[in-house]
């Protein structure tokens, strides 16, 4: 990882406290909505799992939750009228506002109802012993995104993208918007970056390299590329994701690789 790069502009001071019961906050980010980031997140915060690392996963998407449909997940949470306990699914704490609603409910609320939302979860949620809490983040620069940078220690984010030049639109204004809040960049993924066809050959579907040359224009580290593969949204629509299911096929090595990666950085 590239500890020396500092933001363009000097981080503004504020106050952050860390997540109680755990010892790392990762953010997965985008800022652009369908690059698959929240599959990216659950596969993730499993590879940490399977190496051995305790890991909580914590889907901050108020309007779009999926981490009750990727992980099948369909208990609600216990509380004794202060805290929540989160569901412990794959061996991983999970907590998401889908958990308290039903499926096809919209969240029809204004900011501040979101981030009521999101400082429950991070202050009145039991988290346990926790190595890692993985943040996935929902698209945008808004109000959820400046509650953890603003009040959350957040130990660093990673930002996942396809190479489509509209998506790195939204990445890059995500990227400065976490350099002007003081918030680490651990590293870019490039996500759905080609498929393999029968035939043996690579296909670029949403163009090639764009994730990476936004990592060198940016400074950041780029973390490396994730193909498409039909398994893996197969397996996240059974609640059963590739990592978990089938930890030694080729996209769950490439995940455990990363996982590794981030638990010798910080552990």
Not at 58 to 86: H, R, V
Not at 140 to 158: P, R, V
Not at 193 to 201: L, Q, R
Not at 216 to 221: L, M, N, Q, T
């Amino acid at each position: 990882m590239n500890d020396t790069i500092k933001p363009k502009t000097e981080p503004k001071s504020f106050k952050k406290n860390p997540i109680k019961g755990t010892k790392f906050t990762i953010a997965i980010s985008s800022a652009k909505g369908g690059v698959g980031k929240s599959t990216f997140a659950t596969n993730f915060a499993l590879a940490l799992k399977n190496i051995g690392c305790k890991v909580g996963l914590l889907d901050a998407d108020i309007y779009g939750p999926s981490l009750q449909k990727l992980f099948s997940i369909n208990e609600k949470p216990e509380s004794d009228g202060q805290i929540l306990k989160p569901i412990t699914k794959y061996d991983i704490q999970c907590m998401s506002i889908g958990f308290l609603t039903e499926e096809q409910t919209p969240m029809i609320w204004r900011g501040p109802m979101v981030t009521s939302a999101i400082k429950t979860f991070t202050q009145k949620v039991a988290w346990k012993e926790l190595d890692f809490i993985i943040v996935d983040m929902p698209p945008g620069t808004g109000d959820t995104q400046l509650t953890f940078s603003q009040e959350i220690n957040m130990d660093g984010a990673i930002i996942v993208s396809t190479p489509q030049e509209l998506a790195l639109q939204d990445v890059k204004r995500g990227i400065k918007m976490f350099d002007e809040l003081g918030v680490k960049i651990i590293g870019l993924i490039d996500n759905m970056s080609h498929f393999i066809g029968d035939d043996g050959k690579k296909y670029a579907i949403f163009g090639e390299g764009g994730v990476k040359k936004t990592a060198e224009e940016f400074e950041k580290e780029f973390l490396g590329e994730i193909p498409i593969n039909p398994e893996v949204g197969k397996l996240g629509d059974m609640g059963a994701p590739i990592v978990e299911s089938k930890p030694d096929h080729e996209i769950s090595k490439i995940y455990l690789k990363l996982a590794e990666k981030i638990k010798s950085t910080y552990l």
